[in-house]
């Protein structure tokens, strides 16, 4: 290893063996007396230098074989030579640079950790023997037992503590575990104690209910009675004509069967459509018309007179919901090939 001097003049060439040794030794003192940084060429030099590697493997060793042989002697409690030897194996490690050496540093810590485990097993804990005799002597000693004095209470109670107890003896106890709990902070209410008990119940003032008007009583009805009647009638009226039209059909050929899509579908309105289909079916369940089914078991319909209706009643009638869209509606056109519509609009009627 170089190193300028303050003089300016070059160290001596380097010696191998312990004469090497010394000077790196006298190298590492001129530089903490210096305050001169070891750079990397200084840890190169030591890694390339066989003697110092020869010199910690040789310590390691020596340590190695020190263990085995003190085995005995360490094992026993009072003897801290285990810990020095694992003291001076970290300084060694400091200086490990190769392979070896760090194979010779993990061996001997196996070998110590091998004597510290069973220098563990063979330690004796006084906490392992659990005597609950004497710790309750401890303890009622530290709650302040006076065992000269006998406490009435304790004779009247017909406790088995012979002695006397003072009055905030486990007050001091609990003082003492408290520190060793993680318990939460009391809490106290700044208006006083909570009461549980729930409020008595106020009483309901029943108020009077105010008198409609005369004004309201008279018109609301009204108004919404004549709603009603006009879209009853409206209906009444719609169903009276369709069935106007069923009745005509039919007359002019009793014979051929009216085909209830035929009859209900208007192909210029999809909603005039649903409306038919809506009023007729009044038709059915009053009674004044029936649907059945032809030879190809398409749906058909045709009224019925008024003798047959007081003559059949309600009981014969069957009802069923029929859906439509305007997809199907669209293919029920094209496959009955309609053209034009059976029940006129009312709007067209003169």
């Given amino acids: ?5 303050g003089g300016g003049d070059d160290e001596a060439p380097r010696q191998n063996g312990s004469g090497g040794r010394r000077s790196r030794d006298q190298q590492h003192s001129d530089g903490d007396d210096g305050d001169t940084a070891i750079g990397p060429a200084d840890l190169q ?19 190695i074989n020190s263990v085995q042989q003190n085995r005995e002697d360490m094992l026993s409690p009072t003897n801290n030579k285990l810990t020095e030897v694992l003291e001076q194996a970290n300084k060694l490690f400091k200086d490990v640079r190769q392979a070896r050496e760090a194979a010779l540093d993990a061996q001997l810590l196996v070998v110590a950790t091998d004597l510290g485990k069973e220098k563990a097993s063979q330690l ?35 406790r088995g503590v012979e002695g006397y107890l003072p009055q905030d003896a486990w007050h001091r106890l609990a003082r003492r575990a408290e520190c060793c709990f993680r318990t939460a902070p009391s809490f106290h209410y700044m208006m006083g104690s909570f009461h549980a008990e729930p409020p008595p119940p106020k009483q309901r003032i029943e108020r009077q209910r105010k008198a409609p008007s005369k004004e309201a009583k008279r018109i609301m009805p009204t108004q919404l009675q004549k709603m009603q009647e006009s879209h009853q009638e409206a209906t009444e009226k719609e169903v009276e004509r369709i069935l106007g039209y069923l009745k005509s059909y039919y007359q002019d050929d009793p014979t051929s069967p009216i085909s209830y ?9 999809f909603a005039r459509t649903v409306e038919n289909i809506f009023h007729t079916s009044f038709l059915i369940r009053d009674g004044l018309a029936r649907m059945y089914l032809d030879n190809d078991k398409l749906p058909c319909i045709e009224p019925v007179e ?28 094209d496959a009955f090939d309609i053209r034009d519509t059976m029940i006129q609009p009312a709007n067209t009627e003169n």
């Fill in 306 to 333: 008024e003798g047959e209706v007081e003559a059949g009643g309600s009981c014969s009638r069957k009802q069923c919901i029929i859906s439509i869209s305007p997809k199907k509606w669209k293919e029920l056109i």
């Fill in 261 to 269: 899509y035929e009859f209900v579908i208007d192909p210029n309105s």
């Fill in 45 to 63: 030099d030591d890694e390339n230098d066989p003697g110092l590697r020869r010199e910690i493997r040789s310590k390691y060793r020596d340590l």
């Fill in 124 to 158: 004796f804990s006084e906490g392992t023997a659990f005597d609950p005799t004497a710790f309750a002597e401890h303890l009622l000693s530290f709650m302040g037992l006076n065992r000269l004095e006998d406490g009435e209470d304790e004779q009247h109670n017909g």
């Fill in 1 to 5: 290893m170089r190193r300028a001097r």
